[in-house]
Each structure stands twice: as C-alpha cells, then as structure tokens.
C-alpha cells in the first residue's frame, strides 16, 4: 500500500489492489434485485445444459465430491466497493465442466431467483471461477447467495451469481439481467467496463 503526498499536508493512500473508481468496504453489503430464495441442501441441485441438449446435473453430496479448494481473493463490486483477500471455499467450475463437450463460447448463468448473467466460457475455466459455499470461514449465509453461488472475482461482482442453478451454453454473447439493464457484458473492474 502506497502513501502518496498530495501536497497541503492532505494524504491519500492510493492500494494498487484496488482498481480505479474502487473504495476499501470493510462490512459485506447484501445486494439483492428480489428476496432472498430459500433453497435448502437437499433439494439443491446444479446443472450444465449444453448446445445438444446435453445436461449434466450434480446435487449438493455430488458437488462436493468434485473436490473443494480454499480460495483467497479480492472482490469488486460496480457500486464501488471492493473487499481484499476474502477466504472462499467453493468447486473449481473447471471439475464441472471436464465431461462437458461444447464449441459454443459463452454461458448464462441462471439462479433460483431468477436472476441471469453471461459470462465467456474462456473466463469461467482455468482457475478462474467457482461454485462457492463458504466464504470467511462459514457456509454462505442465504442473503450472501447460499448455499452456493458462483465465485468470480476478476469481474465485477454482479457476474458472481447468488443460488446458481444452472449454466447454459450459449454461441453468442447475451445479456443477462443487469447487462440488459445498462450494465457492461463483460465487466472488468481494471478497464472499468461498468455501463454500456
Ligand atoms: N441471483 C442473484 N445473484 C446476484 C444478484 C442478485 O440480485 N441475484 N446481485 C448481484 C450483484 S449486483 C452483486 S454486487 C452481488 C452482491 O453479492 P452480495 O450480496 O453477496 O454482496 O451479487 C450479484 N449476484
Ligand atoms: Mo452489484
């Protein structure tokens, strides 16, 4: 973290973890278009859809027995706010999709509210996102997208769908809820790729 002097004795610290436009939140705000679904473990269940009409489904036992990881990572949300090395547990999405065959390019990632986002294939793999059911050391409150959400934190936070359902491959590039509502398709805190 860097001190810079900004001259008149004011002094800002600019983090260089911190991408432009992007304010330190030290609580975790809730941010909900609807209420909060009740989906309980039992009844919990993620699936692929694929272009041929493939689907592959796992319920909550068979997520888990894809294999955990411990993630620690940074998050952004468009409102400005960012949260740093955040303790995350969740399935790596690359376990979910090693059966999966597709040449479509993009996915849209629907949730049990109802809720859409779209999201490139190519960012979604490689170490890049997951289905996370614990964050801070505790199963993920259901305000927070529990039980599992998707986890992907090089986009802004919007991407990060709460109760995850399912994904759905697509060929071309859609919006989703907030991209039809002004948001940007892709969303990079670092280029601020906030609006449309
Ligand atoms: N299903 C669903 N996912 C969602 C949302 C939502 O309303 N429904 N809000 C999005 C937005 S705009 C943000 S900033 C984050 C907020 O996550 P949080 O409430 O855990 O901070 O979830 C995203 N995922
Ligand atoms: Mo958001």
New binding site residues.
Partial sequence: MAIINQGFGQRRRVDPALPPGQRLAYD???????PTPQVSTDEWSFSIYTETGEKHTWDWEGLHALGVEDITTDIH???HWSKLQMPWRGVPLDALFADVETTNDYVMAH???G?T?NLPLDEILDGQAWIATEAEGAPLDP???GPA?LLVPHL???K?????RALQLIDDDEPGF?EQNGYHLHGDPWREERYS
């Fill in positions: 975790w705000p809730v941010l909900s278009v609807g949300c468009v409102t949730s049990y509210d809720y986002t305000e927070h997208g959400r802004y936070f919007w990060s769908a709460k109760w995850v907030w």
